[in-house]
Every structure is written in C-alpha cells, then in structure tokens.
C-alpha cells in the first residue's frame, strides 16, 4: 500500500489533537487563571532506502535517501504567561502579578491555582470556590473573624482585619508557592494543578520575595487565551486537516488505477 496514505492519516490524527486544544482554550477564554494549551508536532521515523556515504578518493559523498512515515503528536504544552487583569471591587477577589500559584488544601490533598475568587465560609476560613482552604506561609488556614469590622489584603499577601475593639491584627500571610517549570504542573481540572517530578517545585515562598509575585486585591487574573490567535490557529488546523484528507483521496485514485490495470 502507498506510505503517503498512511502519512496522511497520522496527518489528520495530529489535526485533530490541535483542533481539540484549540476548542478547550476557546471554551476558557473567560476562565479565571486559565492557561492555555498550545499542540507540537514532531516527524516519524523515516523508512531509509539507502545510507549516507563519504566521499573517497575518486568521488564524492553521498547523502541518505530516505522517506517520512507522516507526522505525530510532540507535546501538549501549558503556556504560563501573565493573564489580564479584570478589576472587581471585591476584596477577597487576588490575582497574582509575577510568578508563583496560591496554595489550596482539600480532600487531603494540596492544590495549585492561579484563579483567585476566595470566599469565607461558615468557619470564617477563607477558602476557593471548591471549598479547599487558602494556605499561609506558616502552613496554616487563613481566617477572618465573623465581627471583624474592615479586612484589607496586602500586595505582599498580609491579611489585616479591624476587629470589634477597632484595633487592627495581623490575620497571617499568604504563602505562594514556586516552581522553576510551571509548564511541567499536571493539570486537576476546577482551576487546580498538581505538582509534578517535572515542575521543579522550589517550596513556599512570600509574595514579593524571592522573585515571586505581589498579590492585586479587588482583581481577577483572566484567561491568558488570545482569540485572534486562536481563530488563526484554527484555519491551519482545518486547511492542514483537509490537506490530509486530499492526500488520501489522491492515493485511493492512484490504487484504484493500479487496480483497473487488470480487466
């Protein structure tokens, strides 16, 4: 049978993959703390019909004739750069300017996200819309009492809270934690990442130290999914898919000849 019948499926499989990243960074593009995802592919390994060889005394080198096999799926990479800002007034709502992701824990699990919608629950525990509650740098949970008056959150994540006596106490600091490879975080779906032996996690870290990032209160950082880009990405997507589909309707016509040969 002819290779480029088979280079075009593995083609279209390719195609496929990146049309299917591409719709879930378009159904996300109002996720808060979304990172995109972004498709590399890589050649098969080529079939050799003969080898390279060196020039010798009476002629000269040769090089290798070979044939590809079709194309396969190199990565699936997370894209981690900065998302916009979406200011909201509200000021439980953080987003984080630089690197580092919010700690959460829950279900005995920890948790990394960059989607920063914190609310306070019944035990006056600041926790993420999943109910996994924010982490200090000491390691403890974050709180802040039913009758405090006001709460502020700092840029280098410090919680204060006015309590009824109108004096102000320090509620505790948000920790961040640090990863060399962001992109190497295994994605948990509900805005959460796992950690990963690829991430190269660097332990906790306060904001605005150590490189990390300060924290924005009263904003939400937004999806970083640019749908120009996206829309763009696609018609390679659909025109690279129907290239494919093109090459094995022409190899069927090209077997179908070879078949007629005989009558």
Known sequence: MLRSMYAGISGMKGFQTKLDVIGNNIANVNTSGFKKGRVTFQDMMSQTNSGAQGPTATRGGINPVQVGTGSQLGSIDNVHTQGFRQTTGRPLDLMLEGDGMFIVEGNGTTYYT?????????????????GFYLQ??????????ED??????????????????????????????????PAGLEKAGSNLYLNSENAGYNGIVAPETEGAA?????????????????FT???????????NTRIITTSDEILQELVNLKR
């Open 136 to 145: 200090s740098v000491n390691g403890e949970d974050l709180t802040i009492p």
């Open 233 to 243: 990405e696609m018609i390679t997507a659909q025109r690279g898919f129907q290239a």
């Open 114 to 130: 960059r989607a920063g919608n914190f609310y306070l629950d019944d035990d006056d525990r600041i926790v993420d819309a999943n």
């Open 148 to 181: 405090a008056e006001s709460f502020s959150i700092g840029s280098d994540g410090t919680v204060t809270y006015v309590n009824a006596d109108g004096d102000p106490v320090n509620g505790g600091q948000i920790a961040l934690a640090s990863f060399s490879n």
């Open 214 to 230: 300060k924290v924005v209160s009263s904003a939400l950082e937004m999806s970083n999914v640019d749908l120009s880009e996206e």
